[in-house]
């Protein structure tokens, strides 16, 4: 776990593999787990970490390669956001400041988990104080801009070399009604599946693609879903919608979110030795897609 820093001394995003570049490329927004120093103290460190993916940063890592890079982010998601717009600012978090974010975004900004989270997980407050314009206007400089920005250099390296490319957004998910390191073949209820893909209803990803991600899944035993109840965020919508019109090449996004219950004990700690079939599994996926671009 990284250790509480002052924020000049916080790492940049973390890239990991493309020495040899092809087609993919794999993003880990919440991944980060680095929090500026004197930020949250006491209840609200915790609070502040219960908004981390789990495990994504780990799994993105395992899932690198010189031919498949991955930008995983280190600051923590309740500093900053980067799966949601730099304007999905809530008002309670800066009631000074002048927003207008999409309407898409309008649900999350008022449940609490605008670019600036207001809210844990468990829906207490991630902050104590509201911010200045001028004080978020440096967090999105510091942390949303940096990683979007080479993030869409990325992308654009790939795209100006390949016909196709395919972007991958790496979370995980919880899954209340479900036991921790719950066995196949158990009867109790599972209120998700091991993994949920999300391409906005067939907006980002093409059928055949699709099909086989369906075909790569129904050969192995994990469960699987698509886009329900997670379609894509941010970075699906803007690069799968909005970049991919700006390039004579294909792009396609894909968000995958994994059950934390695979790898997570009762006390939310990560079993390392649970994520090799998972990363294994997204290995030979995402292969597969690579060898049909």
């Not at 002052?6 to 993919?24: H, I, Q, R, Y």
């Not at 991955?70 to 956001?81: K, N, P, S, Y």
């Not at 991630?126 to 978020?136: K, L, M």
């Not at 799968?240 to 059950?259: C, F, M, P, R, Y």
Request: aromatic letters at 8%.
């Amino acid at each position: 776990m990284c250790a509480v820093q002052p924020v000049d001394a916080l790492p940049s995003p973390l890239f990991c593999g493309g020495e040899a570049m092809k087609n993919t490329l794999i993003s880990v927004p919440h991944g980060g787990r680095c929090y500026p120093q004197g930020w949250f103290e006491g209840a609200y460190e915790g609070r502040a970490r219960s908004l981390e993916d789990a495990g994504t940063d780990i799994l993105g890592m395992m899932l690198a390669s010189a031919s498949r890079p991955a930008l995983i982010a280190q600051i923590g998601r309740a500093v900053c956001d980067l799966n949601r717009p730099e304007n999905a600012m809530d008002k309670q978090i800066c009631p000074e400041g002048v927003f207008t974010p999409d309407a898409v975004y309008k649900p999350y900004i008022t449940a609490g988990y605008g670019v600036i989270p207001r809210l844990s997980a468990a829906r207490e407050a991630v902050y104590p104080h509201p911010f200045t314009p001028e004080q978020a206007s440096d967090i999105l400089g510091r942390f949303h801009r940096p990683y979007h920005q080479l993030l869409a250099r990325q992308l654009t390296t790939i795209l100006a070399t390949h016909p196709h490319g395919l972007l991958v957004d790496l979370h995980s998910m919880p899954d209340a009604g479900r036991q921790f390191n719950q066995k196949k073949g158990s009867n109790q209820r599972r209120a998700l599946p091991d993994i949920i893909f999300g391409n906005l209803h067939g907006a980002t990803v093409p059928t055949y693609l699709v099909d086989i991600i369906d075909q790569v899944m129904g050969a192995h035993e994990f469960s699987w879903g698509w886009n329900t109840p997670y379609a894509g965020g941010y970075t699906t919508r803007h690069y799968g919608l909005n970049i991919a019109k700006q390039t004579d090449s294909q792009l396609s996004v894909l968000q995958i979110e994994v059950n934390r219950t695979l790898f997570l004990d009762r006390h939310n700690a990560i079993d390392s030795a649970a994520l090799f079939p998972i990363a294994r599994l997204l290995d030979i996926l995402l292969s597969q897609l690579e060898a049909s671009l």
